[in-house]
């Protein structure tokens, strides 16, 4: 079974700083995604980012970009120039590419950031 | 298009008593799966349902129990309801086969007293 770990429960960053949220996960497949949630207080999850792993280049989207080292099984979210607006509860996920057997999401605890004005 | 919607968004039971939620997918997308979201526990899978089909199942009690329409809504129901049963409720969903990106919806939060 797969399973995902976010070590970190809380993290603070200064806004406009930049702040990397670390994931390690643990697999025997060789193909998967992986992807970044954020949950806003009270509000509805979102998918941040994505990460097919037979890419070696990491995922980009905007502010958002990964580190993904497959080897090391490490899967980091790195979020430049943070705003308010980012303050949230960050899951880590991994989901196989199995889809017919095996397509549920396996969650990391998530971390808690929150940005400071 | 309108996204994941679910009802009830809160929902106050006792121990003992069953409570059904429910979750309308993004139209066209034929999966919904549902997850369980505690303080303790995280976010752990329940179920997922395609095209009526429950595909996959989390380790939950029996208690914990699902269906699919034809127009792709889907239900869960609990029975015989526990203190720990407490918890949001996501439900998501996804259309495309390959690469099957999940759209949460807000959630349904159940409080057993």
């Known amino acids: 079974a797969q399973t995902v770990t976010q070590s970190q429960p809380e993290m603070s960053v200064q806004e406009a700083e930049t702040v990397t949220l670390s994931c390690t996960y643990d697999t025997s497949e060789s193909d998967y995604y992986l992807f970044w949630y954020k949950q806003p207080p009270s509000r509805q999850m979102i998918l941040v980012i994505r990460q097919e792993a037979y890419k070696q280049q990491n995922a980009t989207e905007n502010r958002f970009s990964v580190n993904f080292q497959k080897a090391a099984k490490s899967f980091s979210l790195k979020i430049s120039d943070s705003q308010l607006g980012d303050a949230a509860m960050y899951f880590c996920?991994?989901?196989?590419?199995?889809?017919?057997?095996?397509?549920?999401?396996?969650f990391g605890k998530g971390i808690t950031l929150s940005v400071r004005p | 298009k309108a996204g994941v919607t679910q009802t009830p968004r809160y929902l106050i039971k006792t121990r003992g008593q069953q409570v059904t939620l429910s979750c309308s997918p993004i139209s066209g997308h034929r999966s919904v799966s549902w997850y369980q979201q505690t303080p303790g526990q995280g976010l752990q899978f329940l179920f997922e349902?395609?095209?009526?089909?429950?595909?996959n199942k989390g380790n939950f009690p029996g208690r914990f129990s699902g269906r699919q329409f034809s127009n792709s809504r889907s239900e869960m129901n609990v029975s015989t309801l526990e203190l720990g049963d407490s918890a949001l409720y996501l439900c998501?969903?996804?259309?495309?086969?390959?690469?099957?990106?999940?759209?949460f919806g807000p959630g349904t939060r159940l409080t057993v007293l």
């Open positions: 996920a991994y989901r196989s590419v199995n889809t017919g057997a095996n397509s549920k999401l396996t």
């Open positions: 998501a969903s996804s259309g495309d086969w390959y690469y099957n990106e999940q759209f």
């Open positions: 349902y395609f095209s009526e089909t429950q595909r």
